[in-house]
């Protein structure tokens, strides 16, 4: 219950910050980790507002993103953490869906430098992820894999990689 009541006031929060101007996407996310860590995100997009390289392909574009995890691991104690990245997506052309792939290197901050066996060796890290879905109506479906690392910036570099499964809701 204290998860969801954290990853609630974190998109509401987020949601309020990011402006009357433009309308947020909220992401809900779950996931494990190779240590079979699951992973709960949630989190909120605002779209950059430009498109580049249009043709009846499809288009580049992308999103701002901001996010809170939950680690929930087996050996150790929970974790949180969190996140902002720029999120570069191409988009294909499509009626009803509209298939895309995505990439995006961003910052995050953990509360703990341990994830199960991995010593992250730092609570500041960088994310960077690649993920696949596709867009309908005004929804989205889809899978990421987000790698934290702290780039060698600090010693234990262990590094941790999840994988999700997300869906994201526009308002």
Known sequence: MNKMISAAALASFGA???GMAQAADVTFAVGRTGDSTTVYRIGTQVDF????????????GGYWDGAYTYWEGDETAANHSLSFS???????SGQRFRPYIEAGIGVAAFSS???EDNDLGSSFQFEDRLGIGVRFADQELGLR?????NAGLKQPNGGVETYTLHYRIRF
Do not use: D, K, M, N
């Open 16 to 18: 309020a910050s990011v």
């Open 49 to 60: 507002g430009s498109r580049w390289l249009q043709s009846s392909t499809g288009h580049l």
């Open 86 to 92: 720029p999120v570069f997506v191409y988009e294909f």
């Open 113 to 115: 430098t341990e994830v």
């Open 145 to 149: 894999v987000i790698h934290y690392s």
